[in-house]
């Protein structure tokens, strides 16, 4: 007779191991965890994907989720397809998605592609070329030795210099400064032009200055701080070996404020107020580019992003001078972390042609990186 047992480890084999414990299949229809896991991560990143394409640029909010690091686009659903291995059962139909999303990111991701191709980044200039420098200078001397930040511009050697930031940043915010003597004194025979927090140096004469959307021209009067909340765009039109080109300096404000708590109803009424301010200098400086007859360069700080639909105008309109690039990814912000964000861009039209578009180092004196460009007048 076989006797009947209630003991609890009947089932199990010598090592007392259970057949679930040994790695036997989960129950029917039921996919194991770090599928599901796979499934799910996928399928918000898609979810993430598809809300950019139809959000951004037109809900004030997505502001916010549009800060993430272009390089991500590609990035994520890489990593995503590199663990399809563990999904088994849905690793076909997951495989697909993943690299479908790979193709929508790739342009989000602020990749310079040209880099790749022969004959690809700097070309050879012949004739007449200008040499042009643009950066953000992060309040300008204030936080900097003076006399390190004046050698640094000094070192670019530049024919025309499209600068931001020129103030000062105290704890009610931004301050006027007032450095033209000393400008004038370490640029001699640059012709110098100011609005707001917007400088222009030029060694060639300057014939005009005309205002863009809500802008004054320089000079035009109005207290500092009134200046530099409306005037984001300096033009200036150069007469350089006897044809005029225009130059466009520019800083579109930034999204946020970190000051305050995204617990606080202050922070999201800032982003909405900064959204309407940023379409409305984009749209002055892309209608006044636009419809200029002067060769344009376009330059400066843009707080946006390659993964953003804001400078979508400006892209489509004008040539983006990254071809010119030798940088895979490049980018301007922050130079003290990782600098994942390209903020800073550089436009021309058909009448200028770009030869050689590099990021410099700013040697610790601002977080941006400064764009320099050698540049010469298309026939």
Do not use: C
Not at 6 to 29: C, E, K, L, M, N
Not at 56 to 61: A, C, E, P, T
Not at 139 to 159: H, I, Q, T, V
């Amino acid at each position: 007779m076989t006797a009947v047992t209630d003991d609890p480890t009947a089932g199990q084999d010598a090592s007392g191991a259970s057949d679930t414990a040994r790695g036997a299949p989960p129950p029917a229809g039921r996919w194991p965890l770090r599928t599901r896991a796979l499934v799910a991560a996928t399928a918000l990143w898609a979810l993430f994907t598809v809300l950019g394409y139809a959000l951004s640029g037109r809900w004030w909010l997505w502001l916010l989720p549009d800060l993430a690091p272009p390089p991500f686009f590609l990035l994520v659903p890489a990593v995503l397809l590199a663990l399809t291995w563990w999904a088994v059962p849905v690793r076909r139909w997951l495989t697909a998605a993943l690299v479908l999303l790979l193709v929508l990111g790739a342009p989000r991701a602020g990749v310079n592609w040209s880099a790749l191709t022969p004959g690809g980044g700097p070309v050879a200039a012949r004739g007449d070329t200008l040499k042009v420098f643009s950066w953000n200078t992060l309040y300008w001397d204030s936080s900097d030795d003076p006399g390190e930040f004046y050698r640094y511009l000094k070192a670019k050697d530049a024919d025309v210099y499209l600068l931001q930031e020129y103030l000062a940043w105290e704890d009610d915010g931004p301050q006027e400064i007032d450095e033209l003597a000393r400008i004038r004194a370490e640029f001699p025979g640059y012709e110098v032009e100011v609005l707001g927090e917007l400088v222009t140096l030029s060694r060639f004469p300057v014939v005009a200055t005309p205002p863009v959307g809500p802008s004054r021209a320089p000079g035009s009067g109005g207290p500092w701080r009134e200046v530099f909340a409306r005037d984001k765009v300096l033009r200036t039109d150069v007469d350089v070996r006897g044809r005029v080109v225009s130059f466009y300096n520019a800083h579109v404000p930034v999204q946020l404020d970190i000051e305050r708590s995204p617990l606080s109803g202050g922070f999201y009424r800032t982003v909405r107020e900064r959204d309407a301010q940023r379409r409305a200098h984009f749209a002055a400086l892309e209608k006044d580019a636009a419809a200029n007859t002067h060769p344009v360069l376009i330059s400066g700080d843009f707080n946006t992003t390659p993964s953003m639909r804001d400078i979508g105008g400006l892209r489509d309109t004008f040539r983006d001078a990254l071809p010119a690039s030798g940088d895979l990814l490049p980018g301007t912000w922050n130079t003290a972390g990782l600098g994942l964000w390209r903020l800073d861009w550089t436009f021309t039209d058909d009448g200028l042609r770009v030869h050689r578009y590099a990021f410099t180092d700013p040697a610790g004196l601002s977080d941006h990186r400064g764009q320099d460009l050698l540049v010469s007048l298309a026939p």
